[in-house]
């Protein structure tokens, strides 16, 4: 690639073809081009081609070199272009810098932009009664607006979106064709004379209303407690009044979902628009950065002890997700109300959020007591984001809405394009091609067919947007996942499967690619590992394609297998059996489990620190059964107070040399009712940061590892995380998932990184 360092004198007329990747569509990048192009007298052309954009600039040398380097320099806010090559060539035959029509070109570097949320500029003009988008709930431009959820196909342009049964009215295709407008070739740009309409409607009636009219009913539902289905930018949300106990409780009740946290959406209030956010959590400032951040995602952040807002948001939790409107719907609704608004997924349970009109009518007709729908058509869903500071650093928990499709760069190339079908909760699609990987947003949960259909129209619009037909298809090992069922039904092309803690260990050496050999902790739930038993709680050594495992936790049988993950008391209960104890407030109160149990009948034997944190909260918390994944260790969490010295946990060598802590010392702990809960809960997690410690202690007496790393669900605890890196912080280089999340939805990606490390 040619320097695009300014060469100092030279000002005679050279001409470049300039050639940028990244993401340099769907940003306002073509006027910007255009823009300085032109302050600096150039003459040429650009273009977009599918995936690039080709740039032919014409003048004086030292302005080109200038007009080089500002392309990087002085890039659009959204955009993140990266300069694939500048050479000599030919001048052409024009006198002016012009904007052509989009070109297609098979090769190119693609890369599909996620969803915007509004900028300062269009807010500006929403809340401008002068300015005709006046409350126009659908206004965007360049730098902001929906972009994944609505792109069929590329390049990106209007024709290849959901907007294509939206023709521009004069005044917007002014707009639309003048380079020196924001809203030059902003391809959802539209007014409320030729764009999409809101239009409400009553469960108790077939009649709708439309827009002005159509807002004030919304809030008129919301403000006498009801509940109202909002057609958003990636799907629909369920709203209610986050004041209102009575309206909580009817949601928790509609969409049966008695305890797991509701988000909450604030209006924009102050300076700094978090005003209202702060009377009712205690934001730090990464949280607030977090917040008002480009991806606008929900942040988990402390309750505050005066907050006005129900009761019944987070049940037993010490945090509350909190967000901002993001979308110009979103802003009229909040500011119109006049307070934080319940916004959680329009779904049922477990499933991808609802997109479609008519199937949310449908679907969710039992929860709402009114719909808010639009006639602007969502592609693909794309839920939103949710990030929590750990480690002093933001950490995604789910990737969504403005954070995805994520793109990383693989550190080993493929031989050919891979579909990587990831885990069954948390489920992520991923392709990779050469040295790219894309993962989707956040699916769902695999166990119904419509997380199946969804799964299946992400698996190929993926493919369909980037241009990459796959030819192998990756997935987990274990054979009940119904992403490795899918996989394995496909005769028309080769299958690999992957174990699924070495797909954990892999997405974090992938994420980072840094360092030779790994030692890293891989600690969820369960996932089947390569001795056919439920791994958990595993220390694996080496890299990508060469983990081996060199530690673990102490093995039990989990009574009734998977129940075991929805009564926690089942993992209580096996703890103290196998430690030849009985637990006296044990459910099991006529013993047959525990007969099950003796005689190995549905009790598969796991190492999974998850369900050692499942037992505490039952023991500590009461927390024997649950109504949604990891309750009882988040409620373990909030409950945690004071500082206390850990519990020492035994550390041997098994007779295959692999390094196992004996979490048999816990018990006393956690059944000690003399002891306040609180500290028992807190010495729970600072034995556990121990006993990792001291596993590290203990390897590095017979290997070497550069780095160290924490992955697996069970890294979502702050309280835990932060404890093992205060432990470790300054003996070793410790990595913890910062673009994806340590939970299953980073599988995709791993088993991508691992198949590819196998082959190197």
């Known amino acids: 690639m040619a320097s695009t360092a300014p060469v100092a004198g030279r000002t005679a007329t050279r001409t470049v073809r300039v050639t940028l990747t990244g993401h340099v569509q769907g940003v306002g990048f073509r006027p910007f081009v255009y823009r300085i192009a032109r302050a600096r007298g150039l003459t040429g052309y650009v273009l977009n081609k599918v995936g690039e954009v080709e740039i032919i600039a014409s003048g004086p040398g030292d302005a080109v070199d200038a007009f080089v380097a500002a ?37 190119a570097k693609i890369f599909v932009p996620p969803d915007y949320f509004m900028c300062d500029d269009c807010r500006a003009e929403l809340e401008d009664p002068e300015d005709r988008r006046y409350r ?60 999409p309409r809101i239009s409400f409607t009553d469960t108790d009636s077939s009649e709708a209303v439309d827009g002005e009219a159509g807002l004030a009913a919304t809030i008129e539902v ?71 951040g480009p991806v606008r995602p929900i942040v988990l952040a402390r309750k505050n002890d005066v907050s006005s807002l129900a009761d019944g948001l987070a049940p037993g939790l010490a945090e509350l997700g909190v967000f901002l409107p993001y979308a110009p719907l979103h802003q009229l609704l909040l500011s119109s109300f006049g307070g934080p608004l319940v916004a959680t997924s329009g779904n049922i349970s477990g499933e991808p959020v609802l997109t479609d009109t008519e199937e949310a009518a449908k679907r969710l007709d039992s929860i709402a007591d009114a719909f808010l729908h639009h006639d602007r058509p ?20 789910r990737i969504g809405r403005g954070s995805a499709p994520l793109e990383l760069t693989l550190p080993f190339r493929l031989d050919e394009p891979v579909l990587a079908v990831g885990a069954h909760m948390k489920g992520t699609v991923a392709i990779g091609w050469d040295d790219r990987a894309v993962i989707s947003p956040h699916i769902g ?54 174990w699924h803690h070495h797909a954990h260990a892999s997405a974090l050496a992938g994420e980072f690619a840094a360092g030779d050999d790994w030692l890293v902790f891989a600690w969820d739930g369960v996932g089947l590992g390569s001795d056919d038993t439920l791994w958990g709680g595993e220390t694996l050594h080496g890299g990508p394609g060469r983990w081996s495992r060199v530690g673990t936790m102490r093995s039990f049988r989990l009574p009734g297998g998977e129940r075991a993950g929805r009564e926690p008391w089942r993992s209580a209960a096996a703890l103290h059996w196998e ?88 018990l006393a702990l956690l059944t000690d009712t003399g002891r306040p809960a609180g500290q028992r809960a807190a010495c729970f997690h600072t034995s556990m940061a121990e006993a990792l410690a001291a596993q590290v202690r203990e390897a590095a007496r017979s290997m070497s590892f550069d780095r160290i790393g924490l992955v697996g669900g069970v890294f979502q605890n702050r309280l835990l995380t932060d404890a093992v890196l205060e432990r470790l912080d300054g003996d070793y280089p410790v990595a913890v998932p910062e673009s994806l999340p340590c939970n299953d939805a980073a599988i995709s990606f791993g088993q991508l990184v691992e198949l590819a490390g196998g082959t190197t």
Request: hydrophobic share 40%; with cysteine; charged share 25%.
């Open 71 to 107: 392309l990087i320099d002085d890039a659009p806010p959204l955009s993140r272009p990266r300069l694939e090559s500048v050479d000599v060539v030919p001048a052409p035959d024009v006198d002016d810098f012009t904007i052509v029509a989009s070109e297609a070109n098979a090769d």
């Open 136 to 195: 126009y709930p659908f206004i965007n431009c360049t730098q902001c607006g929906p972009r994944y959820t609505l792109i069929a196909e590329l390049p990106y342009d209007r024709p290849n979106t959901s907007m294509v049964g939206f023709p521009l009215c004069d005044a917007c295709r002014r707009e639309y064709e003048d380079p020196a407008d924001r809203r030059f070739h902003a391809e959802p740009v539209a007014c409320p004379d030729c764009g």
């Open 222 to 292: 919301l403000r006498r407690g009801g509940i109202v289905a909002v057609k958003g930018v990636g799907g629909y949300h369920l709203m209610c009044d986050a004041s209102d106990d009575r309206a909580v409780s009817r949601l928790r009740a509609r969409k049966h979902r008695p305890d797991k946290p509701l988000a909450v959406m604030f209006p924009l209030e102050g300076d700094d628009g978090l005003a209202a956010v702060a009377r009712a959590v205690e934001l730090s400032a990464d949280e607030a950065a977090l917040l008002s």
């Open 378 to 397: 969502i592609l693909r869903p794309a839920d939103d984001p949710v990030y929590r500071p750990i480690g002093g650093r933001p950490r995604p928990l």
């Open 445 to 498: 949960e695999m166990d119904s067919p419509r997380s199946l259909q969804v799964f299946e129209r992400v698996v190929g619009d993926l493919q369909a947007l980037y241009g990459v037909a796959a030819q192998r298809i990756v997935c987990d090992a274990h054979p009940g996942y119904a992403t490795h069922r899918w996989a394995m039904s496909r005769r028309d092309m080769p299958t690999a499967s992957v």
């Open 579 to 666: 430690c030849g104890l009985e637990w006296r407030d044990c459910p099991d109160h006529d013993g047959l489990l525990k007969r099950a149990w003796e005689r190995d009948l549905n009790a598969p034997r796991t190492t999974a620190v998850g369900r050692l944190f499942d037992a505490a909260g039952a023991l500590v918390c009461d927390a024997h059964n649950v109504s949604y994944e990891a309750q009882a260790p988040m409620l373990l969490e909030a409950t945690s107070s004071g500082l206390v010295e850990p519990v020492e946990l035994p550390l041997s060598c098994d007779d295959r040399n692999i390094m196992v802590t004996d979490w048999a010392p816990l």
